[in-house]
């Protein structure tokens, strides 16, 4: 990450110079990846490193242009980052977890009632799979309320942990809106061009001569900010106006385009309207106005909330 920056940012004028050596980094770090048998965390660790380099950046080059009361929101943004990173990384996301006497007995109780088939059991785990449960095959284990299996965590995001991983990409987007406000304002400052001065194509390479180390964080923020933004803004509608996870609204997308009949991603069981939903999601009564749903979706094997719903269940 560093060697990357540092070579971009070395006082030679030759590109192909700092192209060799970066080509070489890259081929160096494609052979120790090779080498690494646990691959889990590679991301998650990309993504840490980004997030110190970039908090180094802010302090190195930007704070001396920066007010230090604009300094205190982007500490606390990445403060809170790094928490509910964490947080979201050490809770159980719901793994389905259960005693040897229970598996036989449930696998009794299916198999005599004829219901041992890949809907209601899983076949790895040899549980009875929850409602909006699903097996996930890079952690070997069926989480309860399955949304995805994040690369950038490194695990699951179920029950247990959805919450935080929300919070997680918000301060995520908020620490990179940040890093984009200070990057300009380093231009604004440092760079003796500006966008409508000198047109795009002088400005861009006013940027690049000005400070490779700031263009190179830059572009790596603006992936991180585009990507976690991106996903808050999905998975917000799903929590919202859907009472969706990820992983079901994309079944039922795919059961939409097989099906002849239009299938509605509004009207499921578990779409209880948008402050309902929220407040079932985020278990917030909104100083009693409304009264969130508790369900334990580790054990929830059928849906008692809305009966006369019920029909889709099995679909979703
Ligand atoms: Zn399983
Ligand atoms: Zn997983």
Redo the contacts with the bound molecule.
Sequence with gaps: MWAIGYIMDLNSDSWLLKGSLLLFIFFGMSLLTRFLKNLKYLPAIFMLSCVFWLSMTWFVWFLPDILYTQGIPFILSVMGLLYYFYKTWRTDPGYIKISEEERRKSIVTLAEAGHLDFRTF?T??L?KKPLRSM?CIACN??TARYDQHSLWIGQCIGVGNHYYFILFLLFLTMVGVWMVYGTLLYWSEHCATTYRQDGAWTYFTQIVSCSPWVLYIFTLVCFHTSWASLMLIIQLYQIAFLGLTSHERLNLMIQSKCSKHAVSLRKTPYNHGCFQNLADFFQCSCFGMFKPNVVDWTKQYTLTLHPAKGKNIHSV
């Design positions: 899983c790895s785990c549980v097996h284990s069926c």
